[in-house]
């Protein structure tokens, strides 16, 4: 079985400054990871997602993410945030048969002027 | 392409009454997927479909809940009876294949509220 552990449920940037949203997963497989954003009264939308390859991916609206085995993490980076990139942030993993996905609890961005 | 389209976007109903929710996944995908997101439990999987089949419905709640996918372009998510716990906003997702890596595609959800 899989899991995902978002840490911190709400975090707060001013604009302008780097977004580090993180993840961890648990998987006794190699994991396929996604990070989807939430806004307000919407489904969410992928921003990015590992599957095989490169360990640095990058997605739109100048986000990225680095999957690191050694520390099991898939966090979420952007170097300068914007106000219209206030939503929540889900992280996701697959692993194993099937594609079903399990997600994390999520973190509400919050920028600030 | 329209995206996965869901209706209602939102449904008041009364303890105790059947609500059918509905979704249509994106022309050409072959898996199918419901949501249901709440503040207290998050996003939590219902059931899954590949090629209309029903995969894994392991997160149903109870008999209550029931789940139908007719054919490749259409699905249903039954509620019968409703109860005020079942207040919450479901998603229906599509992906173009059953592999890992594939992405899900979201609808905009439907609000369902039960008095």
């Known amino acids: 079985a899989q899991s995902v552990t978002q840490l911190g449920s709400h975090v707060s940037v001013s604009e302008g400054a780097l977004v580090l949203l993180r993840c961890n997963y648990s998987?006794?497989?190699?994991?396929?990871l996604f990070w989807y954003v939430q806004y307000p009264n919407q489904g969410l939308q992928l921003l990015l997602k590992y599957t095989t390859g490169a360990t640095l991916v990058k997605g739109i609206n100048g986000f990225e993410a680095e999957f690191k085995k050694s520390e099991t993490s898939f966090h979420l980076t952007k170097p300068s945030a914007h106000m219209s990139d206030a939503a929540e942030y889900f992280c996701a993993v697959g692993a194993g048969g099937g594609n079903k996905l399990t997600f994390g609890t999520g973190t509400q961005l919050k920028v600030e002027l | 392409d329209a995206g996965v389209i869901q209706s209602p976007r939102h449904e008041v109903t009364e303890m105790g009454q059947e609500v059918t929710l509905r979704c249509k996944p994106i022309s050409g995908h072959n898996s199918l997927f419901w949501y249901r997101q709440t503040m207290m439990r998050g996003l939590e999987l219902l059931i899954y479909?590949?090629?209309?089949?029903?995969?894994?419905d392991s997160g149903m709640p109870e008999d209550r809940f029931s789940a139908k996918m007719p054919n490749a372009s259409f699905s249903t998510l039954k509620i019968q009876p409703s109860e005020p716990r079942d207040s919450a906003v479901y998603f229906c997702?599509?992906?173009?294949?059953?592999?890992?890596?594939?992405?899900?595609?979201f609808g905009p959800g439907t609000r369902l509220l039960v008095l």
């Open positions: 998987s006794s497989v190699p994991p396929y």
């Open positions: 997702a599509s992906s173009l294949g059953q592999g890992l890596g594939e992405t899900q595609y």
């Open positions: 479909f590949n090629n209309n089949v029903p995969i894994d």
